[in-house]
């Protein structure tokens, strides 16, 4: 198997080319997943870009003052999330920005803090650094420095996120951590579309500023039955998608379908029983989630797709060794992205696939 | 220089296409150049502009076309490339534009600057990379202009400061050339380019300041193509005059379709930097035929008679073409001479651009620090963990004979 090629056997020749050749195709299976009953017993199969609209049209229907905008988003934005809602609810409330993200970011601050629920669309991750000062000078510190006078907590800004296949430098990045180092706004980011659906209602409605990471790569190819109706999931609340005893396995996002899929080969090849936990919410996390199921496996990995250091793997570990220290039987593994840019032609070599989040499986029982 | 009057005048044979400007003409008796007239220009707060009136020679004519032509060919194998999956990602066509870069560079003198935004394939062929080198790179090849690491947006050249891909992030970038280039008293412009979309981004109005402030001699110029990705010009900008948006800035409009309006403006604002009056901010309307990237058909938000309304009344280089034959100054002989030589250099750059290897997976790990303590590097098993063998593309390239 050409991915299983030590690093320094695959010099030019065939078999970078073969796996480079494959690189159109994704680097794991989505598994959908079957929304507790409570979220409504009428489903519909929608992939994650519609049960991303789908949450916007029940947020612009409850919430007449909701207003939805960003570059090209009357048309249904790049990636066609929007597409309808203009016809609906009207190009006052859904409509196009100039291209300018420190001012749609700003803006949105304006509209929220003046009593609208502003949702905001940034069309990729990697073009949020120049909102950035205004997230986290402005948005995140509006509440505190006023002594609870003003808030902007009706601010939701959506950004696509994570590797696509393709994406190179500046189509792919994840740069969730940059924000959890920011008291005062939440991050949240779904694996599914039923996950898309509910927790992106939860963080329009929420009192804070939030940013919602869509992994774009799950727009199309992740489809399941959703609950029709109007659910929210809880922020903060981490769920467990596979349950196990031997290691605890945390990721979120896309990689959570790469960490169920690297169990269950733990299972098969090693009869190692890995229980695999989706934090959904980035910060604030849930963190007695993550601390309960440590204590019985006694063993951690967190896997995300950003780079390694400084990523929110960092904080996990560093939480876990904390509160659970005595419980350890192995280090705190991180399986992560490689501390290099997202490179353009080498997405299969930086991603951290099954196999390697296998081998951090290995490793940390092996310990 | 070969008479034109010797090689007797031929019309355009079924030439439709008539030029947008004034295509009158006159042959000049002493030189054989020919005397054109341009389309005037709009000025902001300039008393004097370009001239209307320009003058082409032999030799200028038959390389204009061609390098247009090569733009146009080395796209559309771009084009091709992409659908057959041979490139990935993102890429971002500049046909339709071609007139506006091989016009500027045109009126480059040797230590000008360029910096553009990620519609940068013809500007990196006009640097000085050649098509292969560029193909190569957008298929990801060692043969690249940066080995396939950069990919489409991502190009660079001597005095190229790249592709960006960041929309707006090149406007103060251009203003720090700039600066470096008064300091060393170097009689230089940086051109800083940038999309319609791009002037609606807070970072131009930050440069157009410091470069104002400091007397910069960078030449601020907006493509406007008619469309950021799907909105058109009217829809992002309170005021589409791009030429006027420097406020201080004194500016100029010119039509970027037509080669020797552009290469006239620019000569003159070279002129105007030159004797430290800059900066300037230019407008080139001009218009792009394809989506905005490969994943956008480019037909949701203008219409198809829109599109070919373009290409049969305002084409940068039929328009040129009609120009240059109908006035004598060389025959359409010698310009299919071009075309059919274009269309091999080309093919022949695909070839390599799809057979070429790809730089070994250690080039991961190269050129993200200047001077850091090598890494780790985890093979496919933990006994295969190895130290970074190579710091530097360089030395990859090296390891593997290419360089
Ligand atoms: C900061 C940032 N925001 C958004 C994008 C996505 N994007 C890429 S190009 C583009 C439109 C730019 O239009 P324009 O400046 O007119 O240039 P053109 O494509 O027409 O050459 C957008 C929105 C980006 N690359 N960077
Ligand atoms: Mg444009």
Not at chain 1, 280 to 308: F, M
Request: proline letters at 4%.
């Amino acid at each position: 198997m050409a991915a299983f090629r030590p690093f320094s056997s695959l010099l030019v020749g065939g078999n970078t080319r073969q796996l480079l050749a494959k690189r159109g195709a994704a680097h794991f299976n989505f598994q959908p997943s079957d929304a507790p009953k409570e979220y409504g017993d009428v489903r519909q199969k929608m992939n994650l870009c519609q049960a991303v609209n789908n949450a916007m049209d029940i947020a612009m229907d409850t919430d007449p003052s909701a207003v939805l905008f960003g570059e090209d988003v009357a048309f249904g934005g790049v990636f066609r999330c929007s597409i309808g809602l203009k016809d609906k609810y009207g190009a006052d409330r859904v409509f196009n920005t100039p291209l300018c993200e420190q001012g749609i970011a700003g803006f949105g601050i304006g509209l929220a803090v003046a009593g609208s629920t502003a949702i905001a669309e940034i069309q990729f991750g990697d073009y949020i650094f120049p909102a950035y000062d205004q997230l986290v000078n402005e948005a995140a510190k509006y509440r505190y420095r006023s002594g609870g006078l003003f808030e902007c907590g009706k601010l939701t800004v959506r950004a696509t996120w994570g590797a696509v296949g393709h994406g190179a430098l500046y189509h792919s990045q994840c740069p969730e951590a940059n924000f959890t180092h920011t008291p005062g706004v939440k991050v949240v980011i779904p694996r599914g579309p039923t996950q898309a659906k509910g927790l992106l209602l939860s963080c329009i409605r929420d009192d804070n500023p939030t940013i919602f990471f869509e992994p774009k790569i799950l727009y199309r190819l992740a489809a399941e039955e959703v609950p029709v109706g109007d659910f929210m999931i809880p922020l903060s609340k981490a769920e467990t998608v596979r349950k196990g005893k031997d290691v605890t396995i945390v990721s979120w996002g896309t990689q959570v379908h790469v960490c169920l899929e690297a169990a269950q080969l733990a299972q098969e090849k090693l009869g190692v029983s890995a229980e695999v936990i989706d934090l959904q919410t980035i910060q604030p996390w849930d963190e007695d989630h993550v601390v309960e199921s440590v204590k019985r496996t006694g063993r951690l990995i967190v896997s995300h797709e950003a780079p390694k250091t400084s990523g929110f793997g960092a904080e996990i570990a560093a939480t876990i060794q904390d509160r659970c220290f005595l419980h350890l039987e192995s280090p705190v593994n991180r399986s992560c992205g490689w501390d290099t840019p997202f490179p353009h032609v080498y997405e299969p070599f930086y991603l951290p696939t099954v196999w390697r989040v296998f081998d951090s499986i290995k490793k940390t029982v092996k310990y | 220089m070969l008479s034109v009057l010797s090689k007797g005048f031929k019309p355009a044979a079924n030439s439709t296409v008539a030029a947008a400007t004034t295509v009158t003409s006159t042959r000049l008796a002493s030189t054989n150049d020919v005397n054109f007239t341009v389309q005037s220009y709009k000025l902001h707060k300039l008393d004097n502009g370009p001239k209307t009136s320009v003058t082409l020679n032999r030799t200028d004519a038959l390389d204009f076309y061609r390098k247009m032509q090569v733009i146009r060919r080395m796209e559309s194998a771009a084009g091709n490339l992409y659908k057959e999956k041979k490139i990935r990602g993102f890429c971002h066509l500049y046909s339709g534009q071609e007139a506006c870069a091989v016009g500027m560079k045109a009126a480059m003198t040797e230590g000008d600057a360029v910096i553009t935004a990620y519609r940068c394939h013809g500007w990196t062929y006009l640097l000085g990379s050649t098509t292969t080198q560029i193909l190569a790179e957008l298929t990801g090849r060692i043969a690249g202009n940066v080995y396939g690491k950069g990919g489409s947006m991502h190009m660079y050249e001597k005095n190229f400061y790249g592709g960006n891909g960041i929309v707006g992030a090149q406007q103060p970038l251009g203003a720090g050339v700039a600066f470096a280039m008064k300091y060393r008293n170097q009689k230089n412009v940086c051109l800083t380019l940038y999309g319609d979309g791009a002037a609606n981004q807070g970072q131009l109005f930050e440069a157009t300041n410091m470069a104002k402030l400091w007397g910069l001699p960078v030449i601020f110029i907006c493509e406007n193509n008619g469309f950021g990705m799907g909105t058109p010009i009217e829809r992002a900008s309170a005021s589409t005059d791009y030429y006027t948006r420097g406020d201080y800035v004194p500016g100029i409009w010119v039509d970027g379709m037509d080669i020797l309006a552009v290469r006239e403006a620019l000569r003159w604002s070279k002129e105007y930097c030159d004797a430290g009056k800059g900066p300037l901010m230019l407008e080139m309307a001009t218009y792009r035929y394809h989506g905005h990237s490969m994943s956008d058909p480019g037909t949701s938000y203008r219409t198809r008679d829109e599109i070919q309304n373009v290409r049969k009344t305002r084409d940068p280089i039929t328009g040129f073409k009609d120009r240059v034959v109908t006035s004598g100054l060389v025959t359409e002989d010698e310009l299919k001479e071009i075309d059919k030589d274009v269309r091999k250099e080309v093919e022949e750059a695909v070839k390599i651009a799809t057979t070429d290897g790809v730089l070994p997976p250690e080039a991961l790990y190269a050129d993200i620090y200047a001077n850091t303590a090598t890494q780790e590097i985890r093979g496919a098993t933990i006994d295969e963990t190895v130290k970074q063998p190579f710091k530097t593309t360089t030395e990859v390239l090296k390891s593997i004979g290419r360089l």
